[in-house]
């Protein structure tokens, strides 16, 4: 885990991310998960967001030699802006298993949380003989003047990987929260979103190519 958030926070400094992971859950049953096929799903009511989103992490996986769909290729546009009953979310897990995917990772934005940053140049001062009265009358002003703060968004989204097994309860492989801090451009973001799913999602053996799936293979058969 350590050396999980070391890369992670590394590939954010050096990128100058507005994308931060929080928090994550590892399923701890699992070593090792294996994927043949995936179902991409994004929801959110930015369309593009959705799209770019869904379409670069097909890339992502598909360049391990994982077979994998956007929820757009799969089901209808509207499916996840419409209501849906528990009836139809079962059968289109058993629709997706005669299809023979094994694995859906659903990512969604769960809150949106206004925030307000003060800037740290009040002035050109010594703090080492300000006053009381200096100090509350310079520090009033940021209420009245905007040029003091800067007002921003932050989206707090989640990412999660489910095994699609036959035999047993659609599994929760592994979660993720993720922040989105006040994002400027569509395009910059979905990739670096895309970027950090992909960094933890290998790094934990959830996102593992084809080769090295190989190579633990024959490990495990010489123990």
């Given at each position: 885990?350590?050396?999980?958030?070391?890369?992670?926070?590394?590939?954010?400094?050096?990128?100058?991310?507005?994308?931060?992971?929080?928090?994550?859950?590892?399923?701890?049953?699992?070593?090792?998960?294996?994927?043949?096929?995936?179902?991409?799903?994004?929801?959110?009511?930015?369309?593009?967001?959705?799209?770019?989103?869904?379409?670069?992490?097909?890339?992502?996986?598909?360049?391990?030699?994982?077979?994998?769909?956007?929820?757009?290729?799969?089901?209808?546009?509207?499916?996840?802006?419409?209501?849906?009953?528990?009836?139809?979310?079962?059968?289109?897990?058993?629709?997706?298993?005669?299809?023979?995917?094994?694995?859906?990772?659903?990512?969604?934005?769960?809150?949106?949380?206004?925030?307000?940053?003060?800037?740290?140049?009040?002035?050109?001062?010594?703090?080492?003989?300000?006053?009381?009265?200096?100090?509350?009358?310079?520090?009033?002003?940021?209420?009245?003047?905007?040029?003091?703060?800067?007002?921003?968004?932050?989206?707090?989204?989640?990412?999660?990987?489910?095994?699609?097994?036959?035999?047993?309860?659609?599994?929760?492989i592994w979660k993720g929260y993720i922040d989105i801090t006040d994002p400027q451009n569509i395009n910059e973001t979905v990739t670096d979103y895309v970027k950090l799913v992909t960094i933890v999602l290998e790094e934990q053996g959830l996102l593992v190519p084809e080769s090295i799936?190989?190579?633990?293979?024959?490990?495990?058969?010489?123990?």
């Open positions: 885990m350590k050396r999980i958030i070391q890369i992670v926070l590394s590939f954010l400094l050096i990128g100058c991310s507005s994308v931060e992971i929080v928090e994550n859950w590892k399923n701890p049953d699992i070593d090792v998960f294996e994927t043949n096929k995936v179902l991409i799903v994004g929801i959110t009511s930015n369309e593009k967001a959705k799209r770019q989103f869904e379409e670069q992490l097909k890339q992502e996986y598909q360049a391990r030699g994982i077979e994998a769909y956007t929820s757009l290729e799969v089901f209808q546009p509207d499916f996840t802006t419409k209501k849906q009953s528990e009836e139809s979310i079962s059968q289109l897990e058993s629709k997706l298993i005669a299809n023979n995917f094994d694995a859906i990772l659903l990512t969604k934005v769960i809150g949106v949380e206004d925030k307000i940053a003060y800037k740290n140049n009040y002035g050109d001062y010594d703090e080492t003989h300000r006053r009381f009265k200096e100090d509350f009358l310079m520090y009033q002003d940021i209420f009245y003047n905007p040029d003091y703060y800067n007002e921003y968004k932050v989206y707090h989204t989640e990412s999660s990987l489910y095994c699609l097994c036959p035999t047993k309860d659609r599994e929760l799936q190989e190579e633990r293979v024959g490990e495990a058969a010489l123990k």
